[in-house]
């Protein structure tokens, strides 16, 4: 085991001081043999002082950060290498412009914008300016060589679990040819009773089970299927269903199914996520000519287990020990990135976080469903 001090060091501006940034410091934080970076909390922005060193007493008491109510200054600390967004959806943007401004490498949560043109105007920016830019993304690090290039997004892709799932389906070809994907997230949270003014509820700040939680199925289809250039592209059909189509305040999706058809693989998925109930352990399910595997864990963006069931023989289940939240895998992998002068990560690539934007464009279009951002 490495000695801490030994390790190289990343230094992280965390802008927003809600769940997902509380989560990410203190996963930053824990003891792990296998680090490959020593994670920095530098400096915290916040809406208010207090708030940012309450964050840190509870969840980095050991760091001691810079501490900010504006992000702007966060993002002119000199020392920050890299800022981490954690603000909601339609803020991603901005933050992610203003850091890039002040030339800081960025990870910044998912969904990485409200649409494909922000996501453009962010990579476009980094790209100017000659810094690192990634969608924060759980699933794993892809070492298949059968990809060419991964359209995955979201945290849950670097997790051990993902990159197994991938490197049966395609490099051991476990199930033979992949047929279909199903895909469920829902979590019980009702707009209709939810706080109005939480993200989680608020159109304005970019609610909606699409863009929060079918990301993920999208993500899952998208390890299982996108395997060749030539399936980049495949057909989006769309439908939601909304808390209300007469409120424009509510007027946001709590249920929506997209397929995605294939047609050169002959395959295809079925992702719906939902706010409207919690959905079963074991979330994703891949059939192919052999048989089949699904996923199972806490929820579809941390996943734990995998079971294989091939025809004929008894089922297999693989489990993956994840200590915290499981959001070192990435970091790891952005502190290796910029160490080697990357701009972008291979697993998570600015190009697969534009493609899996799209198709969450392409749904909304279809379904009517816009923000006030884009009226
Ligand atoms: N990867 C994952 O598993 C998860 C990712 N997420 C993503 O992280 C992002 C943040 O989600 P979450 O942490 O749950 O959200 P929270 O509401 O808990 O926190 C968001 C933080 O953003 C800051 N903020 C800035 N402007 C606003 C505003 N107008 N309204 C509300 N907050 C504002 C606030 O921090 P301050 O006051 O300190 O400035 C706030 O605490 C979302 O985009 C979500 O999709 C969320 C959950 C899980
Ligand atoms: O990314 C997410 O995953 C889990 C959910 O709690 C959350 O709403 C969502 O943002």
Redesign the pocket.
């Known amino acids: 085991m490495a000695n801490k001090s030994d390790l190289p060091t990343l230094k992280w501006g965390i802008v927003g001081c809600g769940t997902i940034s509380s989560r990410f410091v203190s996963d930053l934080c824990l003891g792990r043999p296998d680090a490959t970076t020593k994670h920095v909390i530098e400096a915290v922005g916040s809406s208010s002082m207090d708030k940012a060193s309450a964050f840190v007493a509870e969840h980095c008491p050991a760091q001691k950060p810079a501490l900010y109510d504006s992000y702007e200054a966060l993002y002119n600390h000199v020392s920050v290498d890299i800022v981490y967004i954690g603000t909601p959806h339609v803020l991603h943007c901005e933050n992610a412009l203003g850091a890039i401004a002040a030339g800081k490498h960025v990870l910044c949560e998912?969904p990485f914008a409200l649409n494909a043109l922000e996501t453009r105007r962010m990579i476009d920016a980094a790209r100017a300016k000659g810094v690192f830019l990634m969608e924060g993304s759980q699933v794993s690090p892809l070492s298949t060589s059968t990809i060419l290039k991964c359209l995955i997004a979201v945290w849950t892709r670097f997790f051990p679990v993902a990159k197994k799932f991938q490197s049966l389906l395609h490099d051991e070809k476990a199930i033979g040819d992949i047929a279909s994907v199903f895909v469920d997230f829902g979590?019980y949270m009702p707009i209709s009773i939810a706080d109005p003014t939480r993200r989680?509820a608020s159109r304005a700040l970019g609610a909606g089970a699409l863009l929060?939680?079918g990301i993920y199925t999208l993500t899952w289809a998208s390890l299982a299927l996108d395997t060749a250039l030539s399936s980049r592209h495949p057909n989006v059909v769309a439908s939601m269903a909304f808390a209300s189509e007469t409120n424009p305040d509510k007027k946001v999706d709590e249920f929506t199914s997209v397929v995605l058809q294939y047609p050169d693989l002959k395959a295809h998925a079925i992702c719906t996520s939902s706010l409207l109930y919690k959905s079963a352990e074991e979330f994703a399910h891949v059939y192919g000519s052999k048989g089949s595997i699904s996923v199972g864990g806490h929820?579809a963006?941390r996943p734990q287990y995998l079971v294989v069931r091939l025809n004929g023989e008894e089922e297999r289940r693989l489990d993956f020990n994840v200590p915290g939240f499981g959001f070192y895998y990435e970091a790891d992998a952005v502190g290796a990135d910029i160490r080697a002068g990357r701009l972008e990560n291979r697993t998570c690539s600015l190009d697969s976080t534009l493609a899996i934007m799209s198709r969450m464009d392409n749904a909304r279009v279809q379904c009517g469903l816009t923000y006030p951002q884009e009226e």
Do not use: V
């Open positions: 998912k979590l989680t929060d939680l929820m963006s």
